[in-house]
């Protein structure tokens, strides 16, 4: 039968008491860390690889986010959730199969060496099953999921070149202006239908515009380097350590006045959230010489 929640049953006596270890792995395949770690690398290590996983990942996102709207799967009972987990949208596909497919299979394919194979074949199995461990999704939803994420390693990395050639020809601050457009339009669009209870599409929108108009800023007034400092790495400790406390601060301290049930107060606030850790917070440490 398809869409039988009872492999949840099978996996919880197959791995008995886990609960709480699948409820962290969990959180490794979630948008906050994936934005935490984006943000990390892009403040301190590698600036162009981060914009250039940013992008995969909103592409990422955003389709997932409308295959869940069109196939519109309805998730496993809440009755059959584990205690602590929460889950919101549809189910089909999941979004963290998909996405933790996409994200550490581009990792894979950049870095390309065994560990770092392994490494992402043992979060992205641990963190599917996860979801159906914790009773959120189907094991068809993850199936899925990993699937369309492994397909779209595939194309990126097969466009990736031909992608470049054809851009370069292209102002890079008119393409991110029509990034932003997309954005917003996709938002708009996603505002005339009956949203899931507390996941509309506004974080992925906030994302896009707030990622494309803060690297417009970012290139025009700041254009920061993440080259280490010889023997004072601690400055790019403190950009991570006091950049990470700025972004999550933004980030939940405007949910009160920005909350997520509002597609458009979500959007502007997942917008400042982004625009945050592209654009302000490296003006701040390129002027206090972090």
Same mark, same amino acid.
């Not at 979630?30 to 984006?38: C, Q």
């Not at 987990?85 to 189910?91: F, L, Q, V």
């Not at 959120?136 to 369309?148: A, S």
């Given at each position: 039968m398809w869409f039988d929640p009872t492999i949840t049953d099978v996996l919880r006596n197959l791995l008995p008491g886990l609960g709480d270890f699948f409820l962290l792995v969990t959180q490794l395949g979630?948008?906050?860390?994936? #934005?935490? *770690?984006?943000l990390i690398v892009y403040w301190a290590f590698n600036k162009r690889e981060a914009i250039l996983v940013s992008y995969i990942l909103i592409a990422a996102m955003i389709s997932n986010y409308w295959l869940k709207m069109m196939i519109a799967n309805d998730r496993p009972p809440v009755s059959n959730w584990h205690p602590g987990?929460?889950?919101?949208?549809?189910?089909t596909p999941s979004g963290h199969a998909q996405t933790s497919a996409t994200f550490y299979g581009w990792i894979t394919a950049r870095i390309k060496t065994w560990w770092m194979a392994l490494i992402a074949i043992v979060l992205t199995l641990l963190i599917g099953i996860s979801r159906v461990y914790l009773g959120?999704?189907?094991?068809?939803?993850?199936?899925?999921?990993?699937?369309?994420g492994i397909i779209t390693v595939?194309?990126? #990395?097969? *466009?990736?070149?031909?992608?470049?050639?054809?851009?370069?020809?292209y102002n890079t601050e008119h393409l991110l202006l029509v990034l932003m457009v997309i954005g917003f339009l996709i938002t708009?669009?996603?505002?005339?239908?009956?949203q899931p209870p507390n996941d509309n599409f506004g974080a992925y929108g906030g994302l896009t515009?707030?990622?494309a108009l803060g690297l417009i800023l970012e290139r025009r007034f700041v254009n920061f380097s993440n080259e280490p400092y010889e023997g004072q790495k601690w400055r790019l400790v403190l950009r991570v350590v006091i950049g990470l406390i700025l972004v999550i601060g933004v980030m939940f301290g405007l949910s009160g006045i920005l909350p997520t049930e509002e597609i458009w107060l979500r959007t502007i606030r997942y917008c400042l959230v982004a625009l945050t850790g592209i654009f302000v917070w490296p003006a701040i440490f390129k002027k206090a010489n972090l």
């Open positions: 979630g948008t906050i860390f994936y #934005v935490a *770690l984006l987990a929460d889950a919101s949208h549809y189910s959120v999704h189907f094991i068809e939803d993850v199936l899925l999921g990993w699937g369309i595939l194309l990126f #990395v097969y *466009l990736e070149k031909p992608a470049r050639e054809y851009l370069s020809r708009m669009i996603s505002s005339l239908f009956p515009m707030g990622f």
